[in-house]
């Protein structure tokens, strides 16, 4: 938690903020950020997502050792790669499957299931689309790009680019997604089908 603080701190002097001025943007007490960044408080993700958003701060970079992760998250992240956070005390672990992805709310979450032998090809839709893998095996192709996903690998496609589906003979694939954009609308009032 010390480290988590002393993160937020660097951010929000680098932005030339009092503590102040950082409880006006997210909501919180002066008195509990200066607590956070001593490490004597802890946090909840509510709170954290509401301090990160001010400070327009990745909450995957409070978390690396490293310095901040880039801006362009990588199309394919494997299983061993996904940052596994758990805030304080709580029982609870969160396994972000994506960088954060402030400009691309998500509209449908839905399971594709993919049949063995799968080939769909010239698959393209406004949005975005993130993947991650809860049964057998997919292949991804962007552009030149090829990917081999297995059990938690994750995955995301930028908007527009086209992309194929591949499943082996042997076996398919059961893939949790989040998209930007709806695949199917629903019929307006007074249209039909």
């Not at 997502?49 to 801006?71: G, H, R, V, W, Y």
């Amino acid at each position: 938690m010390d480290q988590i603080g002393a993160r937020l701190r660097e951010a929000r002097i680098g932005r030339g903020w009092t503590l102040d001025g950082l409880s006006e943007r997210c909501g919180l007490s002066s008195s509990f950020l200066s607590q956070v960044e001593r490490g004597l408080s802890t946090l909840s993700i509510v709170s954290l997502s509401a301090i990160c958003a001010a400070l327009e701060l990745p909450i995957e970079t409070l978390f690396s050792s490293s310095a901040p992760i880039d801006q362009q998250a990588p199309r394919v992240t494997a299983a061993d790669r996904q940052l596994l956070i758990r805030i304080g005390d709580s029982p609870v672990s969160y396994r972000y499957l994506s960088g954060q992805l402030p400009t691309a709310p998500i509209a449908e979450l839905l399971i594709a299931e993919f049949p063995a032998g799968c080939d769909q090809r010239d698959s393209a839709h406004e949005g975005e689309e993130l993947g991650y893998v809860l049964e057998g095996a997919l292949e991804i192709r962007v552009g030149d790009e090829t990917h081999r996903l297995a059990v938690g690998d994750s995955y995301r496609i930028g908007a527009s680019e086209s992309h194929d589906y591949h499943t082996s003979a042997g076996g398919g694939a059961k893939v949790l997604m989040a998209v930007t954009q709806r695949f199917i609308e629903a019929p307006r009032e007074g249209q039909t089908g």
